[in-house]
């Protein structure tokens, strides 16, 4: 009874991989992916591209590093290192300085400072780092200060696992080589669905998340079958690639709560406190769920061309659009797109007592630092605004003075005002709301 108990258990938290390793894509589908891998693999010529000009990167730090007699080794990380690139107009390719564990935590970003190219950018963070665009190259390059740790335990931030993380992918696929195809793969459906990225604003899965969920399912075909199939509302997915722990129940006892939140819960395989998917919100996995029911369901080259969703947005709803571009002067990237998608949250919410909205979604562009709001909406019949019960006096008070036709309806205030237009509402919501505009940090809203 004991024996079976435990077998039901590792059922449970690993049933999803386990009741898909027998399933295989039908031809069509592995059709399709051939296709795809050939349109989306960069080219021999770019990877000597991408090659040369990080080597003149790497050695123009290292110069540096011995100038300025710094304990210190440059190693490339991310797609480029595990050889998971998929084909882009540009590259972002990322590199980290391991220093030795005598330089301060807090330090390690000034010292960075002194050794790389006089042309990269600050970027403010838990840690700052910094990012080169070169103008004749199709690589951008973003330099990360890491400590030289022996273990991951030892680790002060997030990015000082990344050497760990490089090397575990790395080998996984040097035993199997269809794993970067199927990465690939997975990457670049995730990119079609807009669900690529651990960014506040999008609430994704990071690169090293979806390389670990390929290893973990073992392909591409098991991994989007085990998301089309599972209701995460009644059960969460749970893996452990490197069987960390011994069961579902042990992750769920031992791990920190606010690490179990995600719908999927993938342990790093590199560091047993973490959940390298905590950042996955239940919408985006929602919503490539869905991309991957219709793929499986109706199989085509589509589900791997990135949507632009502006074009979609406008063509749906044609002429009804009505589109807004807001503004930040916070630093571009995941504070900005976050800081915004926050305010979009907060203007809908606004809008909504005023009018009605059919449809509405968000972009963030973070070239331009802008993001922009799209809607289509009409103005109510009548809005209706809920007051107090009639006997909160103050409170009653207050409502009175804020609107004239009032009726109590049961014990209970409401007001009843004329529809307004959009062009009305934005007006006095940007009057009316200038202080909590401001204290969101937007610095500008437009009809575009």
């Known amino acids: 009874m004991k024996n079976n108990k435990i077998k039901k258990m590792h059922k449970q938290a690993f049933s999803v991989s386990q009741n898909l390793h027998s399933t295989k894509p039908d031809f069509k589908i592995k059709e399709i992916l051939k296709e795809q891998l050939a349109i989306i693999k960069p080219s021999k010529i770019e990877l000597a591209e991408i090659g040369k000009r990080t080597k003149e990167v790497i050695d123009a730090i290292n110069v540096n590093i011995k100038k300025q007699k710094l304990?210190?080794?440059?190693?490339?990380?991310?797609?480029?290192?595990?050889?998971?690139?998929?084909?882009?107009?540009?590259?972002?390719i990322?590199?980290?300085?391991?220093?030795d564990k005598k330089y301060d935590d807090k330090e390690i970003s000034k010292l960075l400072g002194k050794i790389i190219p006089k042309n990269a950018i600050r970027i403010h963070g838990s840690r700052d780092y910094f990012s080169l665009k070169q103008k004749d190259s199709n690589a951008a390059f973003e330099i990360i200060p890491v400590l030289n740790i022996k273990k991951p335990s030892e680790a002060k931030n997030i990015t000082d696992l990344s050497y760990f993380h490089v090397?575990?992918?790395?080998?996984?696929?040097?035993?199997?080589?269809?794993?970067?195809?199927?990465?690939?793969?997975?990457?670049?459906i995730l990119h079609f669905s807009d669900c690529y990225g651990a960014e506040s604003y999008i609430n994704g899965f990071?690169?090293?998340?979806?390389?670990?969920?390929?290893?973990?399912?073992?392909?591409?075909?098991?991994?989007?079958?085990?998301?089309?199939?599972?209701?995460?509302?009644?059960?969460k997915i749970i893996l452990d690639?490197?069987?960390?722990?011994?069961?579902?129940?042990?992750?769920?006892?031992?791990?920190?709560?606010?690490?179990?939140?995600?719908?999927?819960?993938?342990?790093?395989?590199?560091?047993?406190?973490?959940?390298?998917?905590?950042?996955?919100?239940?919408?985006?996995?929602?919503?490539?769920?869905e991309v991957c029911k219709k793929f499986l369901a109706s199989p085509s080259n589509k589900f791997f061309i990135a949507k632009d969703k502006e074009a979609l947005f406008e063509q749906k709803h044609k002429n009804k659009t009505i589109n807004l571009v807001i503004s930040t002067d916070k630093q571009g990237g995941d504070i900005a797109g976050t800081k915004l998608k926050k305010f979009y949250g907060f203007f809908l919410r606004e809008a909504d007592r005023y009018l009605?909205?059919?449809?509405?979604?968000f972009v963030y562009d973070e070239d331009s630092n802008k993001g922009k709001i799209m809607l289509v909406a009409v103005p109510k019949k009548q809005i209706v605004f809920s007051g107090p019960p009639i006997?909160?006096?103050?409170?009653?008070?207050?409502?009175?003075?804020?609107?004239?036709?009032?009726?109590?309806?049961?014990?209970?205030?409401f007001a009843y005002e004329k529809s307004v237009s959009f062009d009305k509402f934005l007006s006095d919501f940007m009057n009316s709301m200038s202080k909590f505009i401001e204290e969101m940090d937007v610095t500008g809203i437009e009809v575009a």
């Open 94 to 99: 990322d590199l980290f300085v391991r220093f």
């Open 356 to 361: 009605d909205i059919s449809a509405f979604d």
């Open 241 to 289: 690639p490197a069987k960390l722990y011994k069961n579902k129940t042990q992750i769920l006892q031992e791990m920190n709560e606010s690490k179990l939140k995600s719908p999927i819960i993938l342990i790093d395989p590199t560091f047993k406190e973490r959940n390298a998917l905590a950042a996955l919100s239940t919408d985006t996995f929602l919503r490539f769920q």
């Open 391 to 413: 006997t909160m006096k103050e409170p009653l008070a207050k409502f009175k003075k804020e609107h004239r036709n009032i009726k109590i309806i049961k014990g209970k205030a």
């Open 206 to 235: 990071s690169g090293y998340a979806v390389e670990l969920l390929i290893v973990a399912f073992g392909s591409f075909a098991k991994f989007i079958e085990a998301i089309a199939k599972t209701d995460v509302k009644k059960e």
């Open 71 to 92: 304990s210190a080794s440059v190693f490339v990380g991310g797609s480029s290192a595990k050889g998971t690139l998929i084909k882009k107009d540009k590259y972002d």
């Open 167 to 188: 090397n575990y992918i790395k080998n996984k696929i040097s035993k199997n080589k269809r794993l970067a195809d199927d990465i690939m793969l997975a990457k670049a």
